[in-house]
C-alpha cells in the first residue's frame, strides 16, 4: 500500500494525540491522496503526530494511531483481536448479539462490525476502509470466530449488501438480549439490522414495565415492546 507525510498547517497536534480520531482538510498544507492511503502526519513543527488513512471529503485523514508504527494486515488484526477480546471479556449472560468492532471507538475508523450469532455484519463509513476490506474481513471472521460476514455500504435508502464470507440466511437470525428473544434482518434492516446501542435500554424498559401501559411509537424490530411485554406490562401497543 503506497503512503506518504504531510503536515499539519495549524497546529491541532495536541488534540490529535489526545485521541481525536480525525484530521481536517482544512487543517494540513495541500493534500492529495486516494482514499485508503496511508498518510504520516506531522506537526508544523515536523515531529510525528500519528498515522491513519486518506479520505475523501471534509474528513482528509482518518488517524488509527500515534505512534510510529506501521500500517498493515498485521496492524487490522492487532486492532480487531483486541476488539473483540474486550467484548469478550463483558458480553453481557444470555446475549448472542454484540457489537464487535465500533470505528472510531477501537481506534479503526471507518469500520463498525456487529454480529449475530455466528453471523456478522460490516458497515463501512467512507471510502478509506473500502481500501482495507480484505485484512479487515479476515480478521474478523478468525479473531470474531464468524461462520458469515456481509458488508452494507451507502446511507439508508441506498444501501447494497454482498455476502463476503460463508452463506448468510435470507430469513431473520434469532438472537438473544439478556435472555429476551429478537429477530434481525441482516439484509434489509436499517444500519446492522439491530440498535444494539439500546441493549441497555431495552433492559430498563423491561424492569420498569410491571403493571403498566405501554405506548411504543415508531418502533422499528418491536424490541421496546417485547422487553415490555415480559416485563409484565398491561398492554403494550407498537405503532
Not at 495541500?30 to 471529503?57: H, I, M, N, Q, S
Not at 449475530?116 to 476490506?133: I, M, N, P, Q, T
Not at 434489509?188 to 439500546?198: A, Y
Amino acid at each position: 500500500m503506497e503512503s506518504i507525510t504531510v503536515a499539519l498547517r495549524k497546529d491541532i497536534s495536541r488534540s490529535l494525540r489526545a485521541g481525536h480520531p480525525w484530521v481536517y482538510r482544512d487543517a494540513l498544507e495541500r493534500f492529495e491522496a486516494a482514499p485508503g492511503t496511508v498518510v504520516t502526519v506531522r506537526d508544523p513543527r515536523r515531529k510525528l503526530v500519528g498515522r491513519g488513512v486518506a479520505e475523501r471529503g471534509p474528513i482528509a485523514v482518518r488517524l488509527w494511531t500515534t505512534n510510529d508504527e506501521p500500517i498493515d494486515a498485521g496492524f487490522i488484526r492487532r486492532r480487531i483481536r483486541d476488539a473483540i477480546a474486550l467484548r469478550r471479556r463483558l458480553a453481557p449472560p444470555a446475549t448472542t448479539a454484540l457489537r464487535l468492532l465500533h470505528g472510531e471507538g477501537d481506534r479503526l475508523g471507518g469500520a463498525v462490525c456487529d454480529a449475530y450469532e455466528s453471523v456478522g455484519v460490516l458497515r463501512l463509513d467512507g471510502a478509506a476502509s473500502e481500501r482495507w476490506l480484505d485484512p479487515i474481513a479476515e480478521a474478523l471472521v478468525e479473531e470474531g470466530r464468524l461462520e458469515a460476514l456481509l458488508v452494507k455500504r451507502g446511507r439508508r435508502g441506498d444501501t447494497s449488501v454482498e455476502v463476503l464470507r460463508g452463506e448468510v440466511p435470507d430469513a431473520p437470525i434469532e438472537v438473544e438480549e439478556h435472555g429476551m428473544r429478537l429477530l434481525v434482518d441482516v439484509h434489509r434492516g436499517q444500519k446492522t439490522g439491530l440498535f444494539l446501542d439500546h441493549r441497555e435500554s431495552r433492559r430498563w424498559v423491561r424492569q420498569a414495565a410491571e403493571g403498566m401501559r405501554v405506548l411504543n411509537l415508531y418502533g422499528y424490530t418491536g424490541g421496546f415492546s417485547i422487553a415490555a411485554g415480559l416485563g409484565g406490562a398491561r398492554a403494550v401497543q407498537t405503532v
